[in-house]
Every structure is written in structure tokens, then in C-alpha cells.
């Protein structure tokens, strides 16, 4: 039995007393990836991405853990819940226009302490400020760095639009302006290497596009090194009392934090390893998060269908970004109808020894997405399930 069939075995054994659609997470795994990142972190503590995690209850297994500390959230709204909820240190990486999170935010005392906001433009300050009314509390403030790699003078961009700060000189002016604002503080720079940190650099039976990844990866990696040294240098003249330097993901954790200027890296993907992270020379993770949807017909031989399993990921629209069959091995869509809203042939010999009511196992393209389509995840040890636990959705809460 290969060790693919015998996770399919404990699976299956697990959720035997759960009807398909269901969710689960693989502890043993889920744990495994989580030392493996601090391994890669070298010391450094790793900030958890809820984004990619999106569950109350593995957030806070993730930082029960040596070597976590702190969550980077994903909207404003989230993050206020997340700091009600007794998470003390919530990095939100993203700029909010959220009027009515913002005037909380600068309303209560233990909401600024917990939060930190992340701004790259004046206009985002002047947003809170007319949000904030009388609420008079600080609001901590990160800078974000665009990270993405410029070449042939600027004419060539490599990496993510996000911020627009990409110079040291940019990023200072920046950090002026905050320091010039009352009713702020500057705390932090944070700065995600997407292409770095997001793009697998071994495509399967793509030798030459790999080779050429790793190339641009590399001079990324050197250009980037260098470049956020020198921004931190510069914001500290400004704000001498700068308590983190935020950078890399999941993909880039070992590079970020062998960078002096960094004082931690951000990961959260890895601890569910999506089949977006199969593709990777420095790390392999375990396959952690997996859902299965339930066999409902054989329309003939080598095809069965289950219900469902149109979940894509968010990003450019391509196959890679459909969720995969994974167990039973050697099952494929079929490419005239691909992943279904409501039902998804599946092709292959495994499906002849598949019967109605059998669960097919998929992983997703990401991570946390997969908890926007279930509202509970079934926590895996061995071959038992020994909790079920609420995701956001299962909370109530869809922040986007």
C-alpha cells in the first residue's frame, strides 16, 4: 500500500460517520508543516497569515507552538474580532476603507493596543482621521515596501502591485508624514515578496520555465536584500523605536530570515500545504487540509460523479487554480466540464471501484479559501476524528 492509499484508508475510516461534503484537517501533518516552517524561520518567530489559516481554533494551535507569534490579518473588521477575541498581536497587511472598523479601532483602548494598521499613502491616514471621531486612541501604524523586482529601468516589473513605496527615499517620506500625524505611531514595515514567496520554482515537466524562475527568484532575492536594508535603515532614522520589520511567506521563509534587517517572517499557507506549494526545490510540506465530496453517479465505465467540487482560488484563472483529486490516486477531470458547480465527472480505473456514497478527497489551490465553502473542519488524529471545529464562516463571519 503506497502511503497516499493508506492516508486515503484513514480518511475514509475517520469521516465514515460524516456525509460528504466534509473538511478536514490532518493534525499530525498540520503539525509537522508548523515545525518545519520554524525550522526554515532559523529562530526568527513567524507571524501566522490568518488569511490562509481562517479558523479560530488552528490560528491559536499555530501559536501555542515555540517559534509563532502574532497574527497578520487580512481586513480591518476581522482583525477587531480576532483582538476581542484575545489575540494581542494582529498585523493587518492590507489598507482598509472600512469607516465604521476604523472609528472603533480609534475608540477603544485595547482594540489600538492589539492592532496595527498598514498604510502606504497619506489618503489612508486621512481616512481614519475623519473616521475616528472622538475616539481619541493611537493607532499603530506599518509601512508596506513594495517589493517587486524593476529591471531595464523600470520598464520591466517583476512581482505584485501593492504598494506604491518602493525606494528607501519613498518609504522615509512615508514614515515623515506618520510621525508628523498626531494620533498615530509607527511600529513596523512589512514587506511580501509574492514572487519570491508565492511561485514555485520546479513547474512539473517544465524544466526550462523552472530554471528560469529560480534565475529570476535569485536576482529578486539579492535586489531585495539590499534594497529593504536600506529602507529600514532610513525609517529608523526616522522612528528609532521601530518594533518589527515584517517579510517573506510560506515559499521564502529560510531567505527572508537570513536577512539582518528582518526581525520576522509571515507564513500560513504552509501549515495546510495547498497543491499551490507542490512546486518548491527548498521545502515539501504534508498535505494537511482536504475535503471530500461524495460519489453520486457512475454514468459509465472509468467516469463516476460527485456532487459538487467547483471551488476555484483566487488569481489569474487557469487550471492551476482548480482544486486537485487527490485519493483515490489516478483521477482526473474531465476537460470538457472541468470542476462543477453542483457535479464533477471524474475519470480514471479508480472510479470503477468507486460505489455511490464513496468519498473522493480533493485538496484545494490554496489554502484558507477552502474555509469560505465549509463551516466546519473535522480535526484528524490517526484515523479518528477527535474535534470539529468552527471556521470563520462557521462563526458567522465572511470578512471578504
Known amino acids: 500500500m503506497t502511503a497516499r492509499a493508506a492516508d486515503r484508508a484513514r480518511y475514509d475510516r475517520a469521516a465514515a460517520h460524516l456525509d460528504a461534503p466534509v473538511a478536514i484537517v490532518d493534525?499530525?501533518?498540520f503539525d509537522a508543516n508548523a515545525e518545519d516552517l520554524v525550522r526554515r524561520a532559523g529562530g526568527k518567530p513567524?507571524?501566522?497569515a490568518s488569511k490562509s489559516v481562517r479558523c479560530r481554533a488552528l490560528l491559536e494551535r499555530a501559536l501555542a507552538k515555540d517559534g509563532f507569534a502574532g497574527i497578520m490579518s487580512f481586513t480591518l473588521a476581522e482583525s477587531l474580532w480576532?483582538?476581542?477575541?484575545?489575540?494581542?498581536d494582529v498585523l493587518l497587511a492590507y489598507p482598509s476603507a472600512d469607516r465604521a472598523a476604523c472609528a472603533e479601532l480609534a475608540a477603544d483602548p485595547k482594540l489600538a493596543r492589539a492592532v496595527t494598521v498598514t498604510v502606504d499613502d497619506p489618503a489612508q491616514l486621512d481616512l481614519i482621521d475623519a473616521a475616528r471621531g472622538d475616539g481619541g486612541e493611537v493607532v499603530r501604524v506599518c509601512l508596506e515596501l513594495d517589493t517587486s523586482l524593476r529591471l531595464l529601468g523600470g520598464r520591466v516589473r517583476v512581482?505584485?502591485?501593492?504598494?506604491?513605496?518602493h525606494s528607501p527615499a519613498q518609504v522615509a517620506d512615508m514614515a515623515r508624514t506618520v510621525a508628523r500625524r498626531p494620533g498615530f505611531a509607527l511600529v513596523g514595515i512589512m514587506a511580501y515578496e509574492g514572487h519570491v514567496a508565492g511561485v514555485g520554482d520546479a513547474v512539473a515537466g517544465r524544466p526550462l520555465r523552472s530554471r528560469a524562475i529560480r534565475l529570476m527568484q535569485a536576482a529578486a532575492r539579492r535586489e531585495l536584500a539590499e534594497r529593504r536594508?536600506?529602507?529600514v535603515r532610513a525609517v529608523r532614522a526616522v522612528a528609532p523605536d521601530l518594533e518589527f520589520v515584517n517579510g517573506g511567506g510560506t515559499g521564502s521563509v529560510q531567505h527572508t530570515a537570513a536577512e539582518d534587517a528582518v526581525t520576522e517572517?509571515?507564513?500560513?499557507?504552509?501549515?495546510?500545504?495547498?497543491?499551490?506549494f507542490d512546486n518548491y526545490t527548498s521545502f515539501q510540506g504534508r498535505p494537511a487540509a482536504l475535503f471530500a465530496q461524495p460519489v453520486v453517479r457512475r454514468p459509465g465505465v472509468g467516469v463516476v460523479t460527485v456532487l459538487g467540487g467547483g471551488y476555484p482560488a483566487s488569481g489569474a484563472a487557469g487550471a492551476d487554480r482548480l482544486p486537485a483529486p487527490y485519493l483515490p490516486e489516478g483521477l482526473r477531470y474531465d476537460p470538457?466540464?472541468?470542476a462543477g458547480e453542483v457535479q464533477t465527472p471524474l475519470l480514471g480505473s479508480p472510479?470503477?471501484?468507486?460505489?455511490?456514497?464513496?468519498?473522493?478527497?480533493?485538496?484545494?489551490?490554496?489554502?484558507g479559501e477552502l474555509c469560505e465553502r465549509f463551516d466546519t473542519l473535522h480535526l484528524v488524529e490517526g484515523d479518528r476524528v477527535t474535534a470539529s471545529v468552527p471556521t470563520y464562516r462557521g462563526e458567522g463571519h465572511t470578512f471578504l
Open 351 to 367: 472510479a470503477d471501484d468507486l460505489l455511490i456514497g464513496d468519498k473522493v478527497w480533493f485538496r484545494h489551490a490554496k489554502a
Open 46 to 48: 513567524i507571524r501566522v
Open 336 to 338: 470538457q466540464e472541468g
Open 159 to 165: 512581482g505584485a502591485r501593492r504598494s506604491p513605496l
Open 229 to 231: 536594508a536600506a529602507v
Open 27 to 29: 493534525l499530525d501533518a
Open 265 to 276: 517572517v509571515a507564513a500560513g499557507s504552509g501549515l495546510y500545504a495547498p497543491r499551490l
Open 82 to 88: 480576532l483582538a476581542r477575541s484575545g489575540f494581542d
